[in-house]
């Protein structure tokens, strides 16, 4: 596929052997508790590790960035602490499990649209990451190096500028 003026090839991951060779990175949303699980017993948690720490680029959002995080505070994620923030899951209530807001995000010219499914909150955050976008107050997307993490689900919609800034930029 041509992405960003760049012909990409894609791989999905379902075990271990394909990230070692991939030059970028996308840990989608779907269900972090599931997620953390396969990624151990498949023994790809170690290298996704191995790939963030070696500089390459990576987008985690959704249940993707409550896996990447340093503490998801639920004993049934095994977080992968590749992003110095900690999550509350499913943090945007009830009556709003679904949303859609345009936001403005650091490095874009102009807001962009972001799908919450029930999509976690991020907490605490530590120095050296930076925040890219809030709403409410509340961090929904943060940049920590090689590493992107967002609330919401950039990979939903058509607009891949935020894909751009994590993986062509
Ligand atoms: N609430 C889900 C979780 O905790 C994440 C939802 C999503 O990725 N859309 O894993």
Redesign the pocket.
Known sequence: AERHGESVEVEEVRTAGVVPDCDLLLM????????SRLLRDEGIAEEIRAFAAGGKPMLV????L??AARD?K?ER?ETLDILDVTVD??AFGRQKDSFEAMLDVDGLAEPFPAV?????AIDEVDDGVDVLCEIDGRPVAVRQDNVIGTSF?PELTEDSRIHGVAFFE
């Open positions: 989608p949303g779907g269900e972090s508790t599931t997620i959002t959704c249940a993707g409550i896996v998801a639920d994620v899951r499913n919450f499914i029930r999509a976690p689900h």
